[in-house]
């Protein structure tokens, strides 16, 4: 994990001086950030998340001198990831694993009787996230695997925040009863 | 629910365990890096820096005064002003013109190739 200083410092020699040796420290450092993100939106499909996963760190190259608050960079990189997921999803209609991101309001009731808030008795956490839609499936992944704010993961998704909220009240009650059985 | 200062409750902190706990493993790939650095774009053409445009610069200045003078002398030969024909030095009228087609070119041609890659 790069501390800020050395981040900063990678970051300026991309933009100075187009150095790539420095831009492959930045790759290696976020790339199972990056990856793993993906592979939440795309249940695993592992060459998917490869080739996605490699767009991504191009586009971020081609626009790292237009990133602004380089302190957030990895913030940066997961919404490039997820756009770039969003992008991919909508090249390819059939595939069915985006529902309308507008799905959940905040106005909406909660309890609107959707199979998206029955709890899970599959006791196998990774399959309970992978009954999620995939935006809720980013949300938790940033918020419980990342340690994402709020305010950052509607920062990546492009989600308001009381989406955001929304996706992770669903997503609690549907993994909470899981809590037990895995002792935590 | 109580939560704390950031907004995370209790629950989110045992299902924040749970799935970093459950999570399968990031698969590796050792070469994932070459893989990505390989499929950059080639580099962008070099651009002049302040030194190289200066010089430049003072060349087309020079170049352009040797071809002024010059060009005052061949008139006023032409008009039989001038005092002597050695005032008149063609080569240097035409190497004059030389250096300034040649600083010119190198100071536009990296712009037009960075302005219509």
Same mark, same amino acid.
């Given at each position: 994990m790069l501390t800020k200083v050395q981040e900063l410092k990678l970051i300026a020699l991309c933009v100075a001086a187009d150095d790539r040796r420095a831009f492959g420290q930045l790759v290696e450092a976020y790339a199972d950030d990056v990856r793993r993100l993906l592979l939440s939106l795309t249940k695993s499909d592992v060459a998917l998340v490869d080739d996605l996963a490699q767009e991504t760190f191009i586009k971020a190259y081609l626009a790292i001198r237009s990133l602004e608050g380089i302190t957030r960079f990895r913030t940066w990189l997961m919404r490039i990831a997820y756009h770039e997921f969003i992008?991919?999803?909508? !090249?390819?209609?059939?595939?069915?694993?985006?529902?309308?991101? *507008?799905?959940? %309001?905040?106005?909406?009731?909660? %309890?609107? &009787?959707? %199979?998206?808030? !029955?709890?899970?008795?599959?006791?196998?956490? *990774?399959?309970?996230?992978?009954?999620?839609?995939?935006?809720? !499936?980013?949300?938790?992944?940033?918020? @419980?695997?990342?340690?994402?704010?709020?305010? !950052?993961?509607?920062?990546?998704? &492009?989600?308001?925040?009381?989406?955001?909220?929304? @996706?992770?009240?669903?997503?609690r009650k549907r993994l909470a009863n899981l809590l037990d059985k895995h002792r935590y | 629910m109580k939560t704390d200062r950031h907004g995370i409750s209790d629950t989110d902190r045992r299902i924040a365990d749970m799935v970093r706990g459950e999570a399968s493993p990031v698969p590796r790939d050792e070469w994932f890096v070459n893989k990505t650095l390989n499929r950059l774009p080639p580099r962008c053409e070099r651009i002049l820096g302040l030194p190289e445009i200066i010089a430049a610069g003072v060349v087309l200045v020079i170049s352009g005064t040797v071809m002024a003078v010059e060009t005052r002398h061949l008139l006023q030969l032409a008009e039989s002003t001038s005092d002597s024909v050695a005032d008149l030095n063609p080569l240097?009228?035409?190497?004059?013109?030389?250096?300034?087609?040649?600083?010119?070119? @190198?100071?536009?041609?990296p712009v037009l190739k960075n302005a219509n890659p």
């Open positions: 992008s991919h999803t909508r !090249r390819n209609r059939s595939d069915k694993t985006i529902v309308d991101i *507008a799905d959940c %309001d905040v106005d909406m009731p909660d %309890d609107d &009787g959707d %199979d998206d808030d !029955r709890p899970v008795t599959d006791a196998n956490v *990774a399959d309970a996230l992978m009954q999620l839609p995939a935006p809720q !499936r980013a949300v938790t992944q940033l918020f @419980y695997f990342d340690g994402f704010s709020v305010a !950052r993961i509607s920062t990546v998704t &492009g989600l308001p925040s009381g989406t955001v909220r929304c @996706y992770l009240t669903r997503a | 240097m009228l035409l190497a004059a013109a030389a250096c300034a087609l040649c600083a010119a070119l @190198y100071l536009a041609i």
